[in-house]
């Protein structure tokens, strides 16, 4: 077995956060633009049953490269084979019904189709195992792979069998743990939770979020990292977005050793960071609600924004959110724009 990629030792590394935009040839885009789905929706496969992993995995390659070329520090699998973010491990769960879905409402009133809960919520087999042990065969860089934080999934989901939430969230952090043990023993290198829904239920995330998420993360040795932010950019308009996380202090209290945030687009006030002293943190200095590429220069003044509230050797450059909804050749237009305008900051301070 090769040695395991060495986490990068400069100042300013440079990350994604998950996602990277999958080509026309294998999902209809038009189909997936302004949703994001929780239940399953295989429908936007451009590729018949049979031949799909196949296509997925020369999509991932596809991906992986674009980040090395880019210069990225600590890549992804782009999240080639995911409909969401969320969806793939969520509904391959035991304890969920499926097929006749539930509904929630999000944070902007909007009715969604989730999974039912109908019966405790068990992983019975591993979901993303075959997709780190393709990333680490595909590539010598650093890699990272994300799991649905626990509590977000308890958020994207219809609760007909739990007493409260709290309970039905344990047991989704539970999955995710055994999940997380996999991944790790396949050569993850960091491994990330995403956690958007946070800010739905900020009083239900006060009580037991950090809860969920230490149970998720317990026992996992490689650095972890908490992902949050305000909605992918083609789906929640920046006009729509705040400046301030009604959670994030509360992170600091997670056995999360990184805390990822949305900042570019919604020019987050970056006190806030001052709440999570002693995490590293991935900053986000790319706009993913602007199709104009950022220059160098642009970038490296958003890290020196952050750099003013986080020490250098704390702070990791990377997109606002997941870059699925772009199109490929913005998308890696901005993360060369990334590594370079890391690079001139990362000359400033050496």
Not at 106 to 118: D, K
Not at 172 to 197: R, T
């Amino acid at each position: 077995m090769a040695p395991t990629p060495q986490l990068p030792t400069h100042l300013l590394p440079t990350t994604v956060v998950g996602s990277y935009p999958q080509p026309d040839w294998l999902v209809n885009r038009q189909l997936l633009s302004k949703v994001v789905p929780r239940t399953r929706m295989t429908e936007i496969w451009r590729i018949p049953e049979q031949f799909l992993e196949q296509a997925q995995d020369d999509a991932t390659v596809l991906a992986i490269r674009d980040m090395e070329r880019a210069g990225i520090d600590i890549i992804t699998d782009g999240e080639i084979r995911r409909e969401s973010y969320s969806n793939r491990f969520a509904t391959a769960l035991e304890g969920l019904d499926n097929e006749h879905p539930g509904e929630v409402k999000s944070r902007y009133g909007q009715l969604t189709q989730v999974p039912r809960v109908v019966a405790r919520i068990r992983r019975s087999r591993a979901v993303e195992l075959r997709d780190m042990q393709f990333l680490r065969a595909n590539t010598d860089l650093p890699a990272k792979i994300t799991l649905p934080g626990p509590f977000t999934m308890s958020q994207q989901a219809q609760n007909d069998f739990y007493r409260d939430d709290e309970e039905m969230a344990m047991d989704f952090a539970a999955a995710v743990n055994a999940e997380a043990h996999d991944l790790q023993n396949a050569g993850a290198d960091i491994i990330q939770l995403d956690e958007p829904w946070l800010r739905n239920d900020p009083e239900a995330a006060k009580r037991y979020a950090v809860k969920a998420i230490n149970r998720a993360l317990k026992g996992i040795t490689v650095p972890t990292i908490v992902h949050l932010c305000f909605g992918y950019a083609a789906v929640v308009p920046g006009a729509s977005k705040p400046t301030g996380y009604s959670f994030l202090p509360g992170l600091a209290d997670s056995i999360a050793q990184q805390i990822s945030i949305e900042a570019a687009q919604p020019k987050l006030d970056l006190g806030v960071l001052k709440d999570l002293a002693g995490k590293k943190i991935l900053l986000g200095v790319l706009d993913l609600g602007d199709p104009a590429v950022e220059t160098p220069e642009q970038v490296a003044a958003r890290i020196r924004a952050g750099l003013k509230f986080v020490a250098s050797e704390n702070l990791i450059a990377a997109p606002d959110c997941g870059m699925k909804y772009l199109p490929r050749e913005i998308a890696f237009g901005k993360l060369k724009a990334l590594t370079a305008g890391a690079a001139i900051v990362r000359r400033e301070i050496s």
